[in-house]
């Protein structure tokens, strides 16, 4: 494809280079070339980016009619689907993700738009009976600037997830993807101002996290900082955060199980569990890279699984089949490989994958690992890239136990038949999201998040709105 169309920050209204005008190089992971140059912010272009979008918020956003607002991020949403093509080839190339994918993503970017486009006028406060009398009711107010910190694994759709309720809830929004892959949010920026958003509204930086990152957080005109990462990086930011009480919520590692049960459609199971982790090339939070399987069917279940594993199509994520792509980066890879190293030296058995299939491109085949002991670093950390380890159970209690053992909780399925059991499970499963029978984690109406280490708050659905405004109570004394 050709080179993409905005590589610059987004700040006020206007397309420009950072303070310094240094840029960066990305490359496509598809092909390991140099691809295209962005722009990468300075401290400078955090401060000017940070005063735009509360000057955008108080001479106008913040006291838009509703009505309005929402037909500007309807606008959004017909310009996401007018340029899908264009975003999910960005995407593409930059992240390495399947054609397919990319174009799944930038339609569920633009269905989140005119989710919370509709609930503009949807979300709103209470009147109380207080015991005293008068008159007593509720507002939810925005906040104010918003800092939007977003990973590389899904930077399209993430990026409107925060974007779009923050927005409808009448806050500004400072937005800053990963240095990794930064173009398809560039372009939301530029699309946002075509769709008649006034400057300001949404600013857009490139740049390196740990470079930018800390001003971000820290600067006091932003009063709540949405984070999508890492858990260590998430960590980081609620401390900085702390000191002035600012709000935060975070989305971060996971570890999730997926639980088969030999009631369960053992086909079903193993045909769609490959794609529950592999997916993205398991760089995806939710990825089900635990499989706990009840030992009845362990055997059955393992042939089956590896099997439809090895059918993925692998290889260049421009074709149409493509199903697993190569991984982000060379460094991403490593880190991966240094867990499969691991598992070796252990003696655990790699039932297939574990190598690089391709000479050019950073792939590495999906990798299905057994025999792990629950100490295990593959078994106990977040991999991050296409491994998956299956142990079996014997025991409900026993295979909870060590579902929970983990300090994430982020998702998760559970395949049976016996409703009674499924919900059961469920109910016991640490997790702020879990599928039964399926492995579907994200809808657009419903709240998204993890418990313990995989996050504070929650994104998508209503919950989101809740999360990018502030609760008043008025008292009227009559
Ligand atoms: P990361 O934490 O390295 O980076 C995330 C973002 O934070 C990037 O934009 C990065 O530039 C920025 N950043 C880095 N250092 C910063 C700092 N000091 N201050 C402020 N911002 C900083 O994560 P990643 O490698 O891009 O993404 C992978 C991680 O994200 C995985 O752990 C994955 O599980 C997690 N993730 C979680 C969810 C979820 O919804 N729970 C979704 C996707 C990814």
């Known amino acids: 494809m050709s080179k993409p169309c905005n590589t610059q920050l987004v700040i006020d209204g206007v397309c420009r280079d950072g303070a310094s005008g240094r840029r960066m190089t990305l490359v496509d992971p598809a092909r390991e070339e140099a691809w295209c140059e962005v722009a990468v912010a300075e401290l400078a272009d955090v401060e000017a980016a940070v005063a735009g979008a509360q000057r955008a918020f108080e001479t106008g956003w ?22 899908l093509e264009e975003l999910a080839q960005l995407e593409m190339r930059n992240v390495g993700k399947p054609i397919s994918d990319a174009r799944d993503e930038v339609a569920l970017g633009a269905r989140v738009f005119e989710y919370y486009a509709g609930a503009v006028t949807k979300f709103f406060g209470q009147t109380i009976p207080v015991a005293r ?54 372009r939301l920026g530029v699309l946002a101002l075509e769709a008649g958003m006034t400057a300001g509204v949404l600013q857009v930086l490139s740049g390196a996290g740990g470079q930018i990152g800390d001003a971000l957080v820290q600067h006091p005109l932003v009063r709540k900082i949405s984070f999508t990462g890492s858990t260590s990086v998430g960590s980081r930011i609620m401390q900085l955060a702390s000191r002035d009480i600012k709000r935060v919520s975070l989305e971060l590692g996971g570890k999730s199980p997926n639980i088969i049960f030999a009631d369960a459609d053992l086909e079903q199971a193993a ?21 706990f399987v009840e030992r009845k069917v362990y055997d059955r279940f393992v042939e089956l699984f590896v099997a439809a594993t090895r059918q993925l199509a692998v290889g260049d994520p421009s074709k149409e089949e493509t199903q697993v792509g190569p991984m982000v980066s060379a460094q991403q890879r490593e880190s991966v490989e240094r867990f499969l190293d691991s598992a070796r030296q252990a003696k655990r058995t790699l039932a297939c994958g574990g190598d690089r299939p391709h000479t050019k491109g950073y792939y590495l085949s999906p990798t299905v690992v057994l025999g792990c002991e629950t100490t295990d670093w593959i078994w106990r950390e977040e991999v991050f890239g296409p491994v998956v380890c299956v142990r079996p ?37 640490e997790s702020g999201v879990l599928s039964i029978n399926s492995h579907t984690s994200v809808h657009v ?29 008025v008292y009227v004394a009559l």
């Open 62 to 83: 913040r006291d838009l009619a509703p009505g309005k607002r929402a037909e500007v991020l309807y606008a959004v949403a017909r310009l996401i689907r007018e340029h």
């Open 133 to 186: 009398g008068g008159f007593d009711f509720t507002l939810r107010q925005p906040m104010g600037v918003v800092a939007a910190i977003v990973p590389w694994n899904f930077p399209f759709p993430i990026a409107c997830w925060k974007v779009a309720p923050a927005l409808a809830a009448g806050n500004c929004v400072v937005l800053k993807p990963a240095s990794l892959t930064p173009l398809t949010a560039l």
């Open 271 to 291: 045909r769609t569990s490959p794609m529950s982790v592999f997916a993205n090339c398991g760089q995806d939070c939710c990825a089900r890279s635990r499989v």
């Open 393 to 429: 159970f014997d025991d409900e209690e026993q295979m909870l136990r060590e579902v929970n053992e983990s300090p994430y909780g982020l998702s998760g399925s559970l395949w049976t038949n016996d409703l009674r059991r499924a919900l059961r499970v469920a109910r016991r499963v």
């Open 445 to 473: 109406e419903a709240p998204f998040g993890g418990f313990k280490q995989s996050g504070l708050g929650r994104d998508l659905g209503m919950a989101a709105m809740e999360g990018y405004t502030e609760l008043k109570n």
